[in-house]
């Protein structure tokens, strides 16, 4: 069974960073793509980034390209999000997910959700 588990959100001020964890418990780290998205308060969850299982394919959003940088530990099932140079927009909670193996930047492609974490980002 796929458990995936957010950790590391919290408060930061503008121009900070975070890093978040986002750990598979029940089962080895399969050979698929891991995705993050974030929902910020009355809007649709968005694609932040995702990785493919050899972390050699690597895709971002615009609006986090260059700031965020997504990787992978398949030893210890752990996918990570560093987040550099915070703004106030990219306040939301955050959602790590399973794909297949080739990633996608739709959320409906996604299987496994894990519960999300908080990030907030005052000015």
């Known amino acids: 069974q796929v458990q995936l588990v957010e950790s590391g959100g919290g408060l930061v001020q503008a121009g900070g960073s975070l890093r978040l964890s986002c750990s598979n418990s029940g089962h080895t780290f399969r050979r698929n793509a891991m995705g993050w998205f974030r929902q910020a308060p009355g809007k649709e969850r968005e694609f932040v980034a995702f990785?493919?299982?050899?972390?050699?394919?690597?895709v971002y959003a615009d609006s986090v390209k260059g700031r965020f940088t997504i990787s992978r530990d398949n030893a210890n099932n752990t996918v990570y999000l560093q987040m550099n140079s915070l703004k106030p927009e990219d306040k939301a909670v955050y959602y790590c997910?399973?794909?297949?193996?080739?990633?996608?930047?739709?959320?409906?492609?996604?299987?496994?959700w894990g519960q999300g974490t908080q990030v907030t980002v005052s000015s």
């Open positions: 990785i493919r299982w050899s972390g050699g394919k690597t």
């Open positions: 997910a399973e794909d297949n193996e080739y990633g996608s930047s739709w959320s409906g492609e996604y299987r496994y």
